[in-house]
């Protein structure tokens, strides 16, 4: 069933026995993921994640609906969640196609397809399903970023004019992960609770370096990405005092490799790195960056860098180790690759 994006969650939600696949797709990564997260939230305490790639689909076609019928070894509940990057929901067709035609009853499929359109083949037939939900997830516009912001705040007991969510969502180019992460650090700084509500006012944002730790986390990012490992050390010793936002240099990671991605499929198409990057897509301090980094990596290897990106994501919340030392070293290792690969 084809299913709104703002709806998917709840209509899963309200019954998780009716539906065995549920699938994100379209070209707004960072809402895809997020919503996917959701989706799997009330199992993620309780239930055995399994991740798999489009290597384990393309190595076997019944890989994925054998885990979503398997036992677990304890017999818990499972969850198998699927990260598809741009270009692969066709190769892992006959792995869905599978899946939607098995008798047996498994547990729930959670699949994030960045970049497939509701208009193909596959997804046509997972919205034909009547055990899957599909919903695409958009670019977010500014002015809906703005109205969810705005909700975001009151929800929080934040009292915040239309022109300071707006400057919200321009620095956080329209992600609502991110928004969210800002209007957060705004009621924690207020001490706002709905109860208790607090009006926010323009300048906080200066003050509280929602821009400035953007251009931080942009640095800690392009230094890994470039394989500047030299540069890399010496920003991580220069927010070291302050510390960082691990999730958000993660939101803004995956923003920034599913951008070069897309971009590194065009220029394997035979379009020119040049005009690529100097298109009006591309934000134009970010342009040298981009550039350096297609001469870099190579379509599978951005693929993998998102699966490694992903993978920390998880380990954050379930290592137990400290969060800026996980982060801290997936950024090294990607230097160091990077670096080999020049």
């Known amino acids: 069933m084809k299913v709104k994006d703002k709806d998917i969650v709840q209509r899963f939600h309200a019954a998780p026995d009716a539906v065995r696949l549920a699938v994100l797709c379209g070209p707004n990564a960072t809402r895809c993921q997020a919503l996917a997260n959701e989706l799997a939230a009330p199992f993620a305490q309780s239930a055995e ?3 798999l790639t489009i290597a384990d689909l393309t190595e076997s076609a019944a890989r994925l609906n054998d885990e979503a019928t398997s036992a677990s070894l304890f017999g818990d509940k499972r969850f198998i969640m699927v990260r598809l990057n741009s270009g692969e929901a066709v190769r892992a067709t006959t792995a ?3 899946l939607l035609e098995s008798d047996t009853k498994g ?6 397809a960045v970049g497939m359109a509701d208009k193909t083949a596959l997804a046509k037939k997972i919205a034909a399903a ?5 919903a695409t997830c958009y670019e977010t516009t500014q002015g809906d970023a703005v109205a969810a912001i705005t909700g975001m705040a009151r929800n929080e007991g934040v009292r915040m004019s239309r022109d300071m969510a707006a400057a919200i969502a321009a620095l956080t180019s329209n992600d ?3 928004a969210r992460l800002e209007v957060e650090k705004i009621a924690l700084y207020l001490d706002a609770t709905p109860d208790s ?3 926010a006012e323009a300048e906080l944002l200066a003050l509280l370096g929602a821009e400035n730790d953007e251009e931080d986390l942009g640095l800690l990012i392009n230094a890994a990405i470039g394989g500047d490992t030299r540069k890399l050390t010496e920003e991580l010793a220069a927010v070291s005092p302050t510390g960082f936002s691990e999730v958000g240099l993660i939101r803004l990671m ?4 599913t951008k070069l991605a897309e971009l590194r499929t065009k220029a394997d198409q035979g379009s020119n790195i040049g005009k690529l990057v100097n298109h009006p897509s591309v934000f134009w301090k970010d342009r040298d960056n981009y550039a350096r980094q297609l001469n870099i990596w190579s379509s599978a290897h ?4 998102i699966e490694r990106i992903l993978a920390l994501e998880i380990a954050l919340k379930s290592s137990g180790q400290p969060e800026h030392v996980l982060v801290e070293q997936e950024l090294l290792t990607i230097a160091r690759k990077a670096a080999r690969l020049r």
């Open 254 to 257: 995956l923003r920034h490799l």
């Open 96 to 98: 869905i196609e599978t």
């Open 130 to 134: 009547p055990d899957a939900l599909i």
């Open 302 to 305: 951005i693929g993998r860098l």
């Open 49 to 51: 994640r399994v991740d």
């Open 176 to 178: 609502l992960v991110l």
């Open 197 to 199: 509500p607090q009006d």
């Open 107 to 112: 547990d729930p499929v959670f699949i994030v």
